[in-house]
């Protein structure tokens, strides 16, 4: 292990706050970079009135509590949700459901519209919610919005184009007239993440609302108020209130009724949630769309720039503090170009802002619990232990906030290291070095995950050459994970263990419906007529068949 000077990271304290080195800072740490922030507190933004305007309408006869990961204090008291809570929010939104369902599409995609343009307009907002509930850097917190109001626009823009009657060729061709129609599900059961709280609501669900569904929603208790306040601006936006129902509680109470009702579940967490969600679903024979876990690779090739490489590694690895599912958790780099990308990405990484504030300025910000600490460290202190090298990062921050970790880099990681192959979604990344690329496709797939993963190249060709031979559902060329995931007019998602189904584009918003084929038969049926008896009708077919084949019809 080098010393703690070798491997610090600058801290950014929050304003009104004493310096980190003046508040039991670690000894050797670099010296801090206090943000340019202001002094907001969470009872300045998290006041009672927001918590009463946000939580009307849920369905809940209990109560519970958020709580704000800088410092552990609680953010609000909210309603909780029994069994019966989640029985009534599914029965009234079916109710309302079967209204919006008439609703025509264009004027459903309206909605989408409007609500994208209150988002923006109103984002400080819900940025300062993200970062309360979360821990994020607000620039981390900033991608939610982006990501949302991209799906607000596309699917805004292209719902009438997905759910359209479509004309189909017939059995026989002019006489059977066939339409494919999009029915909507009915009513969406929805569990979404703590980590993405607004991108992974909302930006799920707005393509089920422009495809007529309803939906009834359980957020992570911890990050409700975000989910909340998208829900009161798509019920500004035109939303009508029973069609978007929230239901809270702990997650093995609440989540499984979900599934009960559910006309389709969709899920985003991880993968040993999601099979029992899958279970669930599969006893009813409703559908099911899982987003699971990751263990993501990035592939440095030997002709890569290692300065952007570098770059690109600081923001894949350690964005939202690394609890991403499409984040990095594992970099291999040729071996020729080892010594200069690590040195690189060693020193941006040390260089990164630790902070709290509610303004732009930090570059990571904190774990979301206990529980992603605890794996971190047990990852961390395990793989230096059996022999790993700590190149960056390696500690907890307490003198920041409760849940703070330095971004960590290892070097030397084997297996049986916890961190090999385990999940860690936290600010870990171990680098591995590889001779030819055929080695560095094998031991990137070499893993039940197949959720993301990123090829860095001067030649591009040759990127997307090796991101074919990536079992992932995204492969990014010269990117992390934004380039695949913010182009949502294609589909994204997970291949093994990472799940089922996919979100954005066509599939994004198909999922939500039920094909359904109308076939009008005209003048002929297709049976014997014109007094023909089977066996001529039989001969009939056949030449008509070899005809159709003839004539290339489909």
């Known amino acids: 292990m080098t010393d703690s000077q070798d491997t610090g990271t600058r801290t950014s304290a929050p ?28 009872a300045d933004v998290v006041t009672p009135h927001l918590v009463t305007r946000l939580t009307r309408g849920v369905t809940g006869s209990g109560r519970t509590a958020g709580h704000t990961p800088f410092t552990g204090e609680k953010l609000a008291d909210l309603p909780e949700s029994t069994p019966e809570d989640v029985a009534t929010a599914f029965e009234r939104a079916r109710t309302a459901q079967r209204a919006w369902a008439e609703v025509p599409v264009r004027r459903r995609a309206a909605v989408l519209l409007r609500f994208h343009d209150l988002v923006l307009r109103r984002q400080a907002e819900v940025l300062d919610l993200i970062q309360l509930e979360t821990g994020k850097a607000r620039l981390h917190a900033h991608e939610e919005i982006q990501a949302v109001a991209v799906a607000a626009r596309h699917y805004g823009r292209k719902a009438p184009a997905y759910l359209r009657p479509r004309s189909h060729t017939g059995v026989v061709p002019t006489l059977t007239k066939v339409t494919e129609l999009r029915q909507p599900r ?42 909340l306040w998208a829900r009161e601006q798509l019920i500004e936006a035109g ?48 559908g099911v769309s899982l987003e699971l876990g990751g263990k993501n690779a990035m592939l440095v090739l030997d002709d890569a720039d290692v300065d952007k490489a570098a770059a690109g590694a600081v923001r894949g690895c350690f964005s939202s503090a690394g609890q991403l599912c499409i984040s990095i958790e594992r970099l291999y780099v040729h071996a020729s170009i080892a010594d200069a990308f690590l040195e690189r990405f060693a020193a941006r990484t040390k260089a990164m802002r630790l902070g709290n504030a509610l303004a732009y300025g930090a570059d990571m910000g904190s774990l979301v619990g206990e529980r992603q600490l605890e794996t971190v460290t047990r990852h961390v202190d395990e793989a230096v232990a059996k022999g790993a090298t700590l190149v960056a990062g390696g500690r907890a921050r307490p003198d920041i906030g409760p849940l703070f970790y330095e971004p960590t880099i290892l070097d030397g990681v084997e297996p049986p290291m916890a961190v090999c192959e385990e999940e860690t979604f936290g600010p870990v990344v171990s680098v591995y070095r590889f001779h030819d690329v055929d080695e ?18 001067r030649d591009g060709r040759r990127g997307r050459a090796v991101a074919a031979r990536l079992r992932t559902g995204t492969v990014n060329v010269n990117e992390a994970y934004a380039a695949g995931y913010g182009s949502v007019q294609s589909p994204m998602g997970g291949m093994g263990d990472s799940g089922l189904g996919r979100r954005h584009g066509s599939e994004g918003i198909l999922k939500y419906t039920e094909a359904q084929t109308v076939a009008h038969q005209r003048l002929l049926p297709l049976a014997p007529s014109f007094g023909m008896d089977d066996e001529k009708y039989a001969a009939f077919m056949t030449r008509s068949l070899r005809a159709m084949k003839a004539l290339r019809l489909r």
């Open 186 to 227: 009915g009513v969406v059961g929805q569990i979404a993440p703590w980590n993405y709280p607004f991108e992974l609501s909302v930006g799920d669900a707005l393509p089920a609302f422009a495809a007529g569904n309803a939906v009834v929603m359980k957020p992570d208790t911890e990050t409700a108020l975000t989910a």
């Open 440 to 457: 560095a496709v094998a031991r990137a797939n070499a893993t039940p995950y197949g959720l993301n993963s990123s090829v860095w190249t």
């Open 239 to 286: 939303l009508p209130p029973e069609v978007w129902q929230v239901v809270l509680g702990d997650g093995p109470v609440v989540g499984p009724e979900v599934v009960k009702h559910a006309d389709y579940v969709s899920f985003t967490g991880s993968t040993r949630t999601g099979r029992e969600v899958a279970q669930g679903a599969a006893a009813r024979l409703v």
């Open 15 to 42: 304003a009104g706050a004493a310096p980190a080195a003046d508040r039991d800072a670690p000894a050797g740490g670099n010296p801090v970079a206090r943000a340019a922030a202001g002094t907001r507190t969470a």
